[in-house]
């Protein structure tokens, strides 16, 4: 029974949409974790600066080795972009190197654990602090770590060994026998980096852990990349397996690099044939060639170009409506795996474009050079050839599956068809205002929803997405025009 005045709620048929990050980078490669405050391997590891990625998976200038830290570069150092998501799979307990016992310089109670080379005794890169040995200098006595001396890293990431005032190494000491593990990053393989999933354990490794960072970190990858691992074959593939259908709802895609070396393509003609040869042709994928330089030190161009990327997103509001390409890559040169420097003129990068593969030309400056994914020129259809419009497909498929995942399992109703339409016009209204895209709807239609199907539980929308393509030719026509000439004499003249 009811008396009085009573007022009750309608739930709004307008929701807020929600947005995903359009281009939140996923790399995976190694890292020397012995120079971090904690062991990550195996596990997805966010970081939204460069102190902090430093912190959590070490740094090194040895780029070929650690290839981790060439994406630090690119995103914290050249193009100021965050946060990216790190997964290492350098294991220390697996990837390591015992190296003999061999007598050290004792030099104002420190030991900087060395080796020679060429003459001259260089820092030891790689140390496992926590395995270092220290004896006497006829190796017969073993003195006791933070007791007698204390190991820590100098600012160049090599071990020191101080001796501890009061311990058991007499003062005045002028040599020390030390052994040590140090890591052995030329041990990971292609097998390290594709990893796996054990059912039994639940545990992740390499590429699999990329099924780990929404579930984990809570955020969604929008570009993998495995510089200095993908231009193998069985990487590149595993990568694009984690592309259309990561998590079972979430689409991303993935930059590769084209093999370089000697054998494979290391020059501009040889690129196309290289690229098909290893079916580098799925449309979830940008391939790049070759390397780069800058200064004296050596990148792939997955890893400049997924940083740009995200450049540029960022300076479009986070909306992945631009394309990369003819952007400032900043870099100061183009070279193959063998080292040679290559030179091209636009016709050569333009080749090397036509077949599905992106690079870098020097017009006015470095800019990086390519508009399509890899399934050009094969698959015609623009949503799946132009990188910016596979690339905002994706980006608009997570903001709807995350917008709309609370609708799941609600009745199929007048209701929930007008909130799910009225929410993708307004944000889509939101896209064509901004100059984005040139159209954007979303329509029921019950041609596409038969009773069957919504008796089964099943509703269908139809989304018209019309991004613009990049200008990627730009025509100008030029005629003489013989009247005006005539025009102008006829008023005379001096």
């Known amino acids: 029974m009811t008396h009085g005045v009573i007022v009750t709620e309608i739930p709004t048929t307008l929701l807020a949409p929600i947005q995903s990050d359009s281009a939140i980078q996923v790399a995976v490669g190694t890292a020397p974790v012995n120079l971090a405050t904690s062991l990550n391997v195996n596990v997805p590891v966010l970081a939204n600066s460069y102190a902090e990625a430093v912190e959590k998976l070490g740094w090194s200038d040895d780029f070929e080795n650690y290839t981790l830290c060439q994406v630090m570069s690119a995103s914290f150092q050249i193009f100021n972009v965050m946060p990216v998501v790190f997964i290492n799979v ?10 003999a016992e061999s007598l050290h310089v004792v030099t104002n109670g420190q030991v900087m654990i060395t080796v020679e080379v060429d003459d001259e005794f260089q820092g030891v890169p790689g140390v496992l602090i926590d395995k270092i040995k220290v004896k006497d200098q006829e190796g017969t006595t073993t003195y006791d770590a933070d007791k007698d001396y204390i190991t820590a890293f100098n600012d160049d990431g090599f071990a020191v060994v101080s001796i501890v005032e009061g311990g058991s190494i007499p003062a005045g000491t002028t040599h020390l026998t030390i052994g040590y593990t140090k890591l052995a990053p030329e041990m990971v393989t292609s097998s390290d980096i594709l990893g796996g999933y054990n059912a039994a354990t639940g545990i992740y490794k390499g590429i699999e852990c990329i099924a780990q960072v929404y579930p984990r970190l809570g955020i969604l990858p929008g570009i993998l990349t495995a510089p200095g691992w993908s231009h193998i074959p069985e990487v590149a593939m595993a990568l694009v397996g984690k592309t259309e259908n990561l998590n079972g709802s979430f689409k991303c895609l993935t930059y590769v690099d ?6 494979a393509a290391p020059t501009y003609d040889t690129v196309k044939a290289w690229k098909d040869k290893h079916s580098y042709t799925d449309r979830w994928m940008y391939p790049l060639w070759p390397k780069a330089i800058i200064g004296n030190q050596t990148y792939y161009l997955s890893a400049l170009a997924a940083a740009l990327t995200a450049q540029t997103d960022i300076s479009n509001a986070g909306v992945p409506a631009l394309s990369p390409s003819n952007k400032n890559l900043r870099i100061t040169g183009l070279i193959n795996e063998e080292g040679d420097a290559i030179y091209l003129d636009q016709t050569q990068a333009n080749f090397v474009n036509g077949g599905g593969v992106a690079t870098a030309v020097n017009i006015g400056g470095w800019k990086l050079w390519g508009n399509h994914t890899a399934a050009f020129p094969e698959n015609t259809d623009p949503k799946d050839f132009w990188l910016n419009f596979r690339r905002l497909f994706a980006w608009d498929a997570n903001n709807t599956v995350l917008t709309f995942l609370g609708f799941v399992d609600q ?6 068809i007008q909130t799910v339409v009225n929410t ?20 029921y239609i019950p041609a596409e929803n038969p009773l069957t199907s919504i008796i089964s539980g099943t509703v269908t929308f ?9 200008a990627q030719t730009i025509i100008f ?11 102008a004499l006829s008023g005379g003249g001096a």
């Open 411 to 416: 009745p199929i109703s007048n209701r929930l």
């Open 477 to 487: 026509k030029q005629e003489f025009d013989p009247y005006a000439l005539e025009s």
């Open 462 to 470: 139809h989304l018209y997405i019309s991004p613009y393509p990049p």
């Open 424 to 443: 993708k016009n307004l944000q889509g209204n939101g896209y064509v205002a901004a100059g984005n895209l040139a159209a954007y709807r979303c329509e």
């Open 258 to 263: 084209i093999d370089s070396s000697k054998g």
């Open 90 to 99: 350098l294991n220390p307990a697996i990837h390591n190197e015992t190296v």
